[in-house]
């Protein structure tokens, strides 16, 4: 009996699963230090995983970069991925799924709106067989309210009209297992909207709620212009609903323009004040001026994505690494010891 516990120990001890937590930071000097903290302190409190801890850099212009050079010093757990300027959110979550070994991959923010602690949840969620589990807010405290009104509104105008059911009021704070990664990793857009990409990919998906903490410290990086691009990419990423928005338009306005051409040439034909519809021809010209110049900003949004599509442009830039060794795998035992990463996404 002794033996065969030893032999389990041993056995567990060979088959620890690695994590990797992906951090995103731009211009984060105020929550740095702490969200470090809080995330070695998370990952002591799980003896059960090895953890990388896989920050990008995305260009900031603070002094994140020297800090997260430090944090890689003091914690062998601590890589980071510096961005040769500034490339968004969304890229940066890319980049650190490419790059990640882990068996399974958390994303999660650095302003600590999402708790590390809740990724215990996660992790348990991952042991019960989920590929993908994703971290549902309940509550968003420290939020404007224009913010919560255009978040609830945005996600419930997006799930109408994409194809795909994209969870509610969902952040990118999730696991995803290493199967999905591989799926993710393969997926090649410009425009990326990473938690629609999730939904699409399948898997076993499962909802985690949980209480969204405030900033702990400095601003919001998503300035309403941001957030617009942001909600933009979502929308026309997952559906070509607005395209067929823009054909209804032109229907219904074509119906209208019918009956006019009808009653202006009745009017012309039988009666003798056929100029007097001046008021008319203005309304019906402008109207049919109105409906053709949004589709054709509509379809205009649609080929400039294809024009960003065709002209393959490496999706970031990578100029510098640190727990990377040239052939770009992880460089110290601490970190997931498999798999290469492409430094330069093609
Ligand atoms: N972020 C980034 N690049 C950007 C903007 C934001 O890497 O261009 C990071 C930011 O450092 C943070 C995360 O994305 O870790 C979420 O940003 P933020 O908290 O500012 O957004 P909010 O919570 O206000 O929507
Ligand atoms: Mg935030």
């Known amino acids: 009996m002794g033996l065969s516990e030893g032999a389990e120990i041993f056995i567990g001890s060979i088959v620890e699963k690695c994590v990797s937590i992906i951090i995103p930071c731009y211009n984060e000097e105020e929550v740095i230090r702490t969200t470090l903290d809080r995330l070695t302190a998370f990952c002591s409190s799980q003896p059960d995983y090895a953890f990388e801890l896989l920050f990008v850099d995305d260009g900031s212009s603070d002094r994140t970069p020297a800090l997260l050079r430090q944090a890689a010093v003091d914690d ?3 890589r980071v991925l510096y961005f040769a300027r500034n490339f968004g959110h969304q890229i940066a979550v890319t980049a650190g799924i490419d790059a990640s070994t882990g068996d399974a991959v958390v994303l999660i923010d650095a302003d600590l709106q999402d708790p590390p602690e809740v990724i215990a949840g996660m992790l348990e969620k991952w042991r019960d067989g989920y590929d993908v589990v994703y971290a549902t ?7 404007s309210a224009f913010k919560l009104f255009t978040a609830r509104a945005f996600y419930r105008v997006l799930n109408r009209l994409s194809e795909v ?3 509610l009021d969902t952040g990118d704070f999730r ?8 799926v993710l990793k393969n997926m090649p857009e410009r425009h990326r909207f990473v938690r ?16 969204r903490a405030e900033r702990f410290a400095g601003t919001s990086k998503y300035p309403l212009r941001k957030m617009l691009r942001f909600a933009t990419d979502g929308i026309l990423s997952f559906s070509v609903k607005p395209l067929q928005v823009s054909i209804a338009m032109g229907l219904i306005s074509a119906l209208f323009a019918m009956i ?6 009745g009017l012309r034909m039988f009666t003798a004040t056929w100029v007097e519809g001046w008021t008319a021809l203005m309304i019906a010209v402008l109207f049919l001026g109105g409906v053709q110049l949004l589709s054709l900003g509509i379809i205009g949004e649609y080929i400039g994505r294809i024009y960003t599509e065709v002209k393959q442009r490496p999706l970031y830039i990578v100029r510098e690494t640190i727990g990377f060794s040239e052939n770009g795998a992880a460089e110290h035992s601490a970190a997931c010891p498999t798999s ?3 430094r330069t996404r093609k």
């Open 76 to 78: 062998a757990r601590v």
């Open 137 to 143: 807010r309940i509550s968003r405290p420290g939020e």
């Open 165 to 167: 059911p994209i969870p």
């Open 175 to 182: 696991l995803m297992s290493r199967p999905v990664v591989e």
């Open 196 to 211: 629609g990409m999730v939904s699409w990919v399948g898997f076993r998906q499962i909802a985690l709620p949980y209480e």
């Open 260 to 265: 006019g051409i009808i009653y202006a040439l």
């Open 340 to 342: 290469a990463t492409a």
